[in-house]
């Protein structure tokens, strides 16, 4: 199968439109909980870079609130998560709404995992490569360990599949992560909660 961009967008369309569709009472759900929980507000929105670093707004269940300390700092992921922020992140149930993103060509179903924007110029030559093609709601990174492995090897997890995609790649990862979620093996997707900020590496 020649796996061109153009079948692989395809592909996403395709599958993201069945997925929202076999999902959507799940979404209806889990929206009508959140808009309870969390003020009127069932959604997160972030930006993002995204393909060639051109920055789109993430879609996600937010499972936080906004409570602030006495300076104005957001308090901690554990002070913030909500009950049923917990159940959501559990099994990854905060991600569907990614499947927006697809549709709307911001976001691929697999990928490099979208970081944070401040991180762009810390990027050496070697680690921009993973903006050479749309950032995944899933990825190789995030079936090699994701957050119990550093920066530098979660960006070399994420150029090598940039310069390996295939169909058969992808169906590989999509299976690894049904497995991930379906035995809870680290299902957060954020690691911009669970890892460290990322403050660069050096140039190779």
């Known amino acids: 199968m020649n796996y061109n961009p153009n079948i692989k967008r395809f592909l996403d369309i395709l599958f993201s439109i069945l997925g929202l569709v076999f999902l959507f009472p799940i979404f209806l759900l889990v929206m009508l909980l959140l808009i309870f ?39 901690p992921y554990e002070q913030r998560v909500t009950r049923a922020g917990v159940f959501i992140r559990k099994y990854s149930i905060d991600e569907i709404p990614q499947l927006i993103n697809v549709i709307l060509g911001d976001m691929s179903l697999i990928g490099p995992r979208p970081l944070l924007v401040k991180y762009l110029d810390l990027y050496n030559d070697h680690q921009k490569q993973r903006h050479n093609t749309r950032p995944g709601i899933s990825g190789w990174a995030q079936v090699n360990g994701r957050n119990s492995i550093s920066w530098e ?52």
Request: no cysteine; glycine share 4%; charged share 25%.
């Open 37 to 75: 929980f969390n003020n009127g507000k069932p959604f997160f929105l972030q930006t993002r870079p995204g393909f060639n670093s051109k920055p789109f707004k993430i879609i996600k269940f937010k499972t936080m609130n906004d409570k602030k300390d006495p300076n104005g700092n957001l308090l």
């Open 153 to 204: 090897q979660k960006f070399d997890f994420d150029v090598f599949y940039v310069q390996n995609i295939s169909f058969a790649f992808d169906l590989k990862i999509i299976m690894l992560t049904i497995k991930k979620i379906m035995f809870k093996e680290n299902v957060n997707f954020n690691e911009n909660l669970n890892m460290p900020e990322f403050k660069g590496s050096k140039t190779h």
